[in-house]
Nanobody, 120 residues
Framework: QVQLVESGGGLVQAGGSLRLSCAAT????????MGWYRQPPGKQRELVAT???????NYADSVKGRFTISRANAKNTVYLQMNSLKPEDTAVYYC??????????????WGQGTQVTVSS
């Protein structure tokens, strides 16, 4: 069984920074893409950033230049450094991992979410 353990959310003032972490633990064979999504209050879940096993990254336009996604392959961990935070960044942030389990089946895993609140 695979679990995604998220940490790093919280309350911060506008202009501040937070760093989210997500570690994949358990019976995972290999990982392709890792990423972060968010769901603002009353809205649908949206892409924030993804990173491929090659290191290629993709960002939502709203976070380009402010957020940086990175990964530590040896630790099966993905990070999201969030700088210059704005009130509109307030959301529940979800970690996502696309990979293969030990039966070589492709799987899509989600974390339980961590709250990020940015006050004005």
């Amino acid at each position: 069984q695979v679990q995604l353990v998220e940490s790093g959310g919280g309350l911060v003032q506008a202009g501040g920074s937070l760093r989210l972490s997500c570690a994949a633990t358990g019976s995972i064979f290999s990982i392709n893409h890792m990423g972060w999504y968010r769901q603002p209050p009353g809205k649908q879940r949206e892409l924030v950033a993804t990173i491929a096993s090659s290191g290629l990254t993709n960002y939502a336009d709203s976070v380009k230049g402010r957020f940086t996604i990175s990964r530590a392959n040896a630790k099966n961990t993905v990070y999201l450094q969030m700088n210059s935070l704005k009130p509109e960044d307030t959301a529940v942030y979800y970690c996502n991992v696309d990979g293969y389990d030990t039966y070589y089946a492709r799987r899509d895993y989600w974390g339980q979410g961590t709250q990020v609140t940015v006050s004005s």
